[in-house]
């Protein structure tokens, strides 16, 4: 028996990949499946952040970068983030990393160990919870309620608060709910969290550019009270449709920077060059098909939440950021999982069940609008006809 350490008993997954892997194989046998699973823009990554990784391969940018990036991209990245949040950030404070996850990982290690509390959202992304398990910290879950519109509660998150708690992962707009936080409640948090000085803040921002209705998006980088302990998660996977790129960026307080730069030379010493090239492209070229697809997100995002809202016993309110819709479907009487895996079995639609995402995600399942609006139309056409037994 090979033993491995405690933290791989306890270490969890993301379900939205197993559920891929399956729509895959029955694509596979034949089967036509629509696929609302998954959480990633259905477009292609814009052609001149593509010509830009060519030309880097072509230059000969094929060795080891800093592992903390290469300057001119964390200079973009530093000028982006202060751009929109207002914050003066220095490059050096900027980490360029594989994918938005791997900030995650890398925080949550920090601060997880026995005895000590993280605070994380639930429902929520599932590897905040995984990782806090791994580093055997008790995972302590901020329920994300659908009557506060899938925001924070201010009050809630800071009684859960205790001297134990080290680290407080925040996510808005979020996955699943697609909730947006509202900046007077962000404010309450901000003003509350002056009282727990030893608390840091991992600020999962990877949507903050996909809000809808006007609704703002407040980054916790625009609070001074707190920079020194906020660790931004950002990245090009869904804003620049960049997935597969693994392409991530983490600005650290200077605290912590030198701590996330050994952590980047003993786990990965640097992302790959020419991505860098890409993502460098991304944030200094145009940005306009970045926009049209957050408006295309905005245009589907409607024929979702009014074709969820058609069918009898599911209600879905409006969501107002990422590319999620978070339906409630307990008056239909099935278990969240189980009508996930039916749908995908017996309807060929693939969505998640909520408890993937927490222990109050039952009785809700969630749908990616990363696919076209016929794909959409069909889905929901197909959800309807299963749920009434019409199928
Ligand atoms: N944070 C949230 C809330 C996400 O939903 C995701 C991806 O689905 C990530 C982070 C990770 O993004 P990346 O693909 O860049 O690792």
């Known amino acids: 028996m090979l033993r491995t350490i405690a933290g791989f008993d306890r270490i969890g997954e993301e379900n939205a990949f197993a559920v891929l892997a399956r729509a895959t194989t029955l694509s596979s046998q034949g089967r036509d499946i629509i696929n609302l699973g998954i959480g990633q823009p259905d477009f292609k990554t814009p052609d001149h952040i593509v010509e830009a990784a060519i030309k880097a391969l072509k230059d000969g940018h094929h060795g080891y970068t800093p592992a903390t990036g290469i300057l001119p991209l964390r200079e973009a990245v530093a000028a982006d983030v202060e751009k929109r949040t207002g914050a003066a950030v220095s490059p050096d404070n900027v980490l360029i ?82 909730g947006v936080t509202p900046s007077g409640e962000i404010e309450k948090l901000v ?99 970045a926009r049209a697809m957050v408006e295309e997100f905005d245009r589907r995002r409607k024929v979702v939440v009014d074709g969820l809202n058609a069918i009898p016993d599911i209600s879905c309110r409006t969501p107002k950021g990422a590319f999620y819709a978070f339906p409630n479907i307990k008056a239909t009487g099935w278990k969240a999982k189980a009508l996930a895996s039916a749908l995908l079995e017996e309807a060929g639609v693939a969505v998640i069940g909520g408890p993937d995402f927490g222990i109050l995600g039952e009785g809700y399942i969630r749908l990616s609008y990363a696919n076209s609006t016929e794909n959409i139309q069909r889905a929901l056409e197909r959800i309807g006809n299963f749920l009434s037994g019409s199928q």
């Open 191 to 289: 003003e509350g969290l002056a009282n727990h000085p030893q608390v840091a803040i991992l600020s999962d921002e990877i949507y903050g550019q996909m809000t809808y209705d006007g609704e703002a998006h407040v980054s916790l980088m625009e609070f001074p009270q707190v920079r020194d302990r906020v660790i931004l998660l950002d990245g090009w996977s869904k804003t620049y449709a960049m997935t597969g790129w693994r392409m991530g960026y983490s600005v650290w307080p200077d605290e912590l920077m030198d701590k996330a730069r050994k952590l980047a030379v003993n786990a990965w010493s640097c992302v790959n060059a020419p991505a860098q090239f890409a993502g460098l492209a991304a944030l200094t070229g145009p940005q306009d098909e």
């Open 97 to 178: 990393v594989p994918g938005g996850k791997v900030t995650m990982f890398a925080a949550i290690l920090m601060f997880g160990e026995p005895g000590v509390d993280i605070l994380y959202p639930d429902p929520g992304f599932p590897i905040y919870r995984s990782m806090i398990e791994f580093t055997g910290a008790n995972p302590v879950p901020v329920p994300i309620r659908e009557e506060n519109e899938f925001a924070f509660s201010a009050e809630e998150t800071l009684s859960l608060i205790t001297p134990q708690t080290r680290l407080l992962i925040l996510n808005s707009p979020a996955n699943p709910t697609g």
